[in-house]
Structure formats: C-alpha cells, structure tokens
Nanobody, 124 residues
C-alpha cells in the first residue's frame, strides 16, 4: 500500500486544517488507518486511528474534542479534520495503515505502511 498525505500548511492558532491521505496499491478497506505526528526533537506520537469500516475511532487525549478522523473507503482516503489548532500541534503529520488482521492499535509499531508526512505549522 502506498500512502500520500496532503493538506498541511501554515495557520494561526485557532484555525482549522483538514489533512488527507490517499491510498493506492492495496485494498484500502482492509486496513485500519492512523495519524501520527512528530515535532522537532520529539518522538513520533499517536494522534488518531480509525477502524476498517470507520465504526471505531481513537484519539490522543491532547487532540480529543478538536480533531476528527474519518475515512471514505470508496475514495481510498482517510482524513484528519483539525480544529482549534494550537502552536503545540506543530509537527509533521504522517498517515499509516495497519492490516486488519490484528486489533487496531495506537502504537506506531503496529502499522505496516507509512506516508511521507505533511508539515503543519501553527503560529501563535
């Protein structure tokens, strides 16, 4: 599976962004999907995950209530709607795919395929 993330940019605190991740080369509906982020000098951290059919979603406490993950299996795309952005949300955001044969996970080690990342910068 190849993943292509897009939608990042430079915004001000309080603004919104929607990230997209388009998948190709595999059966998208067989993969749990996740978003992770990595800020400079920090380890990659979990942001959100969604099950194969979208029935279950998981969020990091730091983004709960502000970010929404969704997917459109017909378009082979997963989204991350980010509202009320804060400077601490600044990071490179990565989408990832985890084959559904295992339970959905919030650990980066559980994901088999990764996109190239898209930069999100939130100014104060």
């Amino acid at each position: 599976v190849q993943l292509q993330a897009s939608g990042g940019g430079l915004v001000q605190a309080g603004d919104s962004l929607r990230l997209s991740c388009a998948a190709s080369g595999g059966t998208f509906s067989r993969y749990h999907m996740g978003w992770f982020r990595q800020a400079p000098g920090k380890e990659r951290e979990f942001v959100a995950a969604i099950s194969v059919r979208g029935g279950s979603t998981y969020y990091a406490d730091s983004v709960k209530g502000r970010f929404t993950i969704s997917r459109d299996n017909a378009k082979n795309t997963v989204y991350l709607q980010m509202n009320s952005l804060k400077p601490e949300d600044t990071a490179v955001y990565y989408c990832a795919a985890d084959y559904y044969g295992s339970a959905i996970t919030t650990s980066s080690y559980g994901y088999d395929y990764w996109g190239q990342g898209t930069q999100v910068t939130v100014s104060s």
